[in-house]
């Protein structure tokens, strides 16, 4: 069974659209997040969510949304899309928000045209 | 500002010998510090922490040396086998407490080959 799923794996779409991806945990986790891995191969944090209450907002454009509609689910919606959105985007869970050890999806590789 | 730094992009081994993977950084506020190892195509999978109360932590073939006064931690992968070889994240965050807010923060990655 897969702790962390991601959908879709590979996304390829033009500049302007509206894309989502997926995020479900069968951890039984309180604690969800969503990471970019950029072109240098930085992984950087971009939101959290615990028990469906937005914890971590790093400096991210408005076009990213993140929704939480149970604990066990985090979704990214992308709006307006841009070349520089272009990364592999990882979610990840954590027991709850004091235990450090977070868990990764295979992550979703984004290309914008 | 990288608060976490891994300056060796890449290492070679042979099977059997020592890796050691190096990690510094710059904030003295973190306190809890975490090893991932990741494989092509495959997100990051959770290998090995420590807190800064400790300077050791050992699990199998892999053990985490803290030096807090320098700002440096490292990762010893003894002996080395060619499934070991990966990317290796050292990662860092502030606070076990309450106060935790689940941020970690990440070196840039070093890939370990292991050569049979």
């Known amino acids: 069974d897969t702790a962390v799923s991601q959908t879709p794996k590979y996304l390829v779409t033009q500049m302007g659209n509206d894309k989502s991806i997926k995020c479900e945990q069968n951890?039984?986790?309180?604690?969800m997040y969503w990471y970019k891995q950029d072109s240098k191969k930085f992984l950087k944090i971009m939101f959290s969510?615990?028990?469906?209450?937005?914890?971590i907002n790093e400096t991210v454009p408005n076009r990213f949304s993140p929704k939480s509609p149970d604990k066990a689910h985090l979704n990214l919606h992308i709006n307006s899309l841009e070349l520089g959105d272009s990364a592999v985007y990882f979610c990840a869970s954590s027991q709850d928000i004091a235990y450090n050890e977070q868990y990764f999806g295979p992550g979703t590789r984004l290309t914008v045209t | 500002d990288q608060q976490v730094k891994q300056n060796s992009p890449s290492l070679s081994v042979q099977e059997g010998r020592i890796s050691i993977l190096n990690c510094d950084y710059t904030?003295?506020?973190?306190?809890?510090f975490l090893w991932y190892k990741k494989y092509p195509a495959e997100g990051p999978t959770f290998l090995i922490s420590?807190?800064?109360?400790?300077d050791k932590n050992e699990d199998g073939r892999f053990t985490v040396f803290l030096n807090k006064s320098a700002k440096h931690l490292s990762l010893h992968i003894v002996p080395s086998q060619p499934g070991d070889s990966a990317v290796y994240f050292c990662?860092?965050?502030?606070?076990?407490?309450?106060?935790?807010?689940?941020?970690?923060?990440f070196g840039q990655g070093t890939t370990l080959q292991v050569k049979p």
């Open positions: 969510y615990n028990n469906k209450e937005l914890i």
């Open positions: 990662a860092a965050s502030v606070g076990v407490s309450s106060s935790n807010t689940g941020k970690l923060i």
């Open positions: 420590i807190s800064s109360i400790k």
């Open positions: 951890l039984g986790h309180d604690t």
């Open positions: 904030n003295s506020m973190f306190d809890y």
